[in-house]
């Protein structure tokens, strides 16, 4: 069963817009990351944020939480061709396991 | 360091075979894990392991054992391939059991039967 949806599926955007993607969970969590894949590539890392905080950034990345709505959004601002990958939301809900979400492919042209 | 490895990267299996995948990490990280990737389907996690010696199943563990003999390899293996174990497999490590952690993946094996 898949904890995370990510939505929306694909998105298309011209580079120097912001990217904004969201991952919705079902049960409680205490944190979710999120994870960049490029095409036929491994996943990378790119930011956790744990269940008690709201917000969080890395450079151009804005992670939000809102555990009442079990959601985040991933917002990737001034986009760039190089950040064209799918982005999955992984939720860990134990000691041991995450669950992945289904993704969302990014596109950014320019 | 190399971080995460897998071999091999591609493979070609007919119904009824078996095969291992291998994995292995330079980053001494107690947590290594498995999942396969389908389209539309994110990623699913298959085994894992919390040290040597020590595994448990995941999300999809039919068809699949694994063993952790080492704390560098944990390797996958198919014990009769079937079709629907066609799939994009791919391997991962953290450095403690906490999911905290983030966690780094190899480059994946691609995994076709027939």
């Known amino acids: 069963s898949q904890q995370g949806e990510e939505d929306p599926q694909a998105l298309s955007i011209q580079e120097g817009e912001n990217a904004t993607m ?11 990351q999120w994870y960049r894949q490029n095409s036929g590539r491994g996943l990378v890392h790119l930011i956790l944020i744990r269940s008690n905080e709201r917000e969080k ?14 959601s985040s959004s991933l917002l990737i601002t001034a986009s760039r061709a ?29 | ?17 078996s095969m291992t995948l291998q994995c ?8 290594m894990s ?11 996690l298959i085994h894992y392991s919390v040290g040597a010696g020590i595994t448990d199943q995941g999300e999809v563990p039919n068809g699949y054992n694994v063993s952790r003999s080492t704390t560098e390899d944990f390797p ?39």
Request: charged residues 15%; proline residues 3%; positive net charge.
């Open chain 2, 76 to 114: 996958l293996r198919l014990l009769s391939a079937a079709p629907s174990q066609t799939s994009v497999y791919f391997c991962a490590s953290r450095g403690t059991s906490s999911s905290y952690n983030e966690q780094f993946f190899g480059p994946g094996t691609r995994l076709t039967v027939l």
């Open chain 1, 22 to 32: 969201n991952c919705s969970y079902k049960t409680s969590i205490n944190n979710l």
């Open chain 1, 82 to 110: 190089a950040d064209t990958a799918s982005y999955f939301c992984a939720t860990g809900t134990g000691t041991y396991k995450y669950i992945f979400g289904t993704g969302t492919r990014l596109k950014v042209l320019a």
């Open chain 2, 1 to 17: 360091n190399a971080g995460v490895t897998q071999t091999p990267k591609f493979q070609v299996l007919k119904t009824g075979q």
């Open chain 1, 57 to 70: 950034h890395s450079g151009r990345l804005r992670v939000t939480l809102d555990t009442s709505k079990k």
């Open chain 2, 34 to 44: 498995w999942y396969r990737q389908d389209p539309g389907m994110g990623l699913r």
């Open chain 2, 24 to 31: 292995a990490q330079d980053m001494n990280h107690e947590y």
